[in-house]
């Protein structure tokens, strides 16, 4: 089992910074495929930013160019600094993990671990 658990949301105004944390503990493996989704109301859950085993990393692309994903493999955590967030950002921010796999879509459906979510809140 992998446990994660989120940290570091809040709220900001726009064109302000956060940076989101996951930790991960149990049998995450080395280097897993890990990812960042997120969830407004009323909105399916989308996929934010992806990292493989080699650290190679994925957004989509309305985040490209402000998020930035990266992972501290010593202290098994997952980062996500966001700049320049506007309100379309508002969301539940969720930290995700997969199976030992160089494959790391932005796809929900391909993750098996989940965190419980952080809140980001942009106003304008």
């Known amino acids: 089992q992998v446990q994660l658990v989120e940290s570091g949301g809040g709220s900001v105004q726009a064109g302000g910074s956060l940076r989101l944390s996951c930790e991960a503990s149990?049998?995450?493996?080395?280097?897993?495929?890990m990812g960042w989704f997120r969830q407004a109301p009323g909105k399916e859950r989308e996929g934010v930013a992806s990292?493989?085993?080699?650290?190679?990393?994925l957004y989509r692309d309305s985040v490209k160019g402000r998020f930035t994903i990266s992972r501290d493999n010593a202290k098994g955590t997952l980062h996500l600094q966001m700049n320049t967030l506007n309100p379309e950002d508002t969301a539940m921010y969720y930290c995700?993990?997969?199976?030992?796999?160089?494959?790391?879509?932005?796809?929900?459906?391909?993750?098996?671990?989940w965190g419980q979510g952080t809140q980001v809140t942009v106003s304008s």
């Open positions: 995700a993990a997969r199976g030992p796999t160089w494959y790391c879509p932005l796809s929900r459906y391909d993750y098996n671990y």
């Open positions: 149990g049998n995450t493996g080395n280097r897993p495929c």
């Open positions: 990292i493989d085993p080699g650290d190679n990393t």
